[in-house]
């Protein structure tokens, strides 16, 4: 099946810092990448919509000024936490549509980020 | 407003015995269903899916149902094993449109030897 990778897989950072993280997809090219955030004992939030070569769309309640996105090749797109805060402390997880098979998305095996 | 809704938190049961978990929607216009399997600290998997001119889909040990006039899907796994004690997520998306998954809350399954 098709393989979406996150890098890193974990990091710890300081207070006011930013951190990116990369999703990666490795045997197709994605137009659509998809940013998840999950907290503990609840679901998966979408945070934002990534196209290609376009600006991302953002979730109601998500700073999009926080949390970057850029999607600048069809197997990459990056998310950014800006100025990062413990409250940012999460995991996230993004997923990347395979346009040739209706509604599956392909999920990477997340980034836990940690804020200290 | 959760437009899918997965109102077990939590399901225990045997090995060897069936897994049922539910999932319910209220918007209408959601035509293709989805199953995804969580382990703690990865991404969703993809298990199986269906659209809704079915009303059945099976691969394997794991069959959803489909109950369009009620809203309702269900996953059954048959036989359960300790290996599918995870998290599970319905999630629909409406086709044609933005392709945004949108996910339940999970039911956590426990499969006891």
């Known amino acids: 099946g098709a393989v979406v990778s996150q890098h890193p897989s974990r990091v710890i950072c300081k207070s006011g810092t930013s951190v990116k993280i990369e999703c990666r997809s490795l045997?197709?090219?994605?137009?659509?990448m998809f940013w998840y955030r999950q907290f503990p004992k609840q679901s998966l939030m979408l945070m934002a919509t990534?196209?290609?070569?376009?600006?991302?769309?953002?979730e109601q309640g998500v700073e999009k000024d926080k949390f970057l996105i850029n999607h600048a090749s069809l197997t990459l797109s990056t998310l950014t936490v800006t100025s990062a805060h413990p409250e940012d402390s999460s995991f996230y997880i993004c997923?990347?549509?395979?346009?040739?098979?209706?509604?599956?998305?392909?999920f990477g095996p997340g980034t836990r980020l940690t804020v200290t | 407003d959760q437009q899918v809704k997965q109102n077990s938190p939590s399901l225990s049961v045997q090995e060897g015995r069936i897994s049922i978990l539910n999932c319910d929607y209220t918007?209408?216009?959601?035509?293709?269903f989805l199953w995804y399997k969580k382990y703690p600290a990865e991404g969703p998997t993809f298990l199986i899916s269906?659209?809704?001119?079915?009303d059945k889909n099976e691969d394997g040990r794991f069959t959803v149902f489909l109950n369009k006039s009620a809203k309702h899907l269900s996953l059954h796994i048959v036989p359960s094993q300790p290996g599918d004690s995870a998290v599970y997520f319905c999630?629909?998306?409406?086709?044609?449109?933005?392709?945004?998954?949108?996910f339940g809350k999970g039911t956590k399954l426990t499969v006891n030897p």
């Open positions: 045997d197709f090219q994605a137009t659509t």
């Open positions: 997923s990347a549509l395979d346009g040739e098979k209706l509604g599956e998305q392909y």
């Open positions: 269906i659209s809704s001119i079915k």
């Open positions: 999630a629909a998306i409406t086709q044609g449109g933005s392709e945004k998954l949108v």
């Open positions: 990534s196209n290609e070569g376009s600006k991302a769309t953002y």
């Open positions: 918007n209408s216009m959601f035509d293709y």
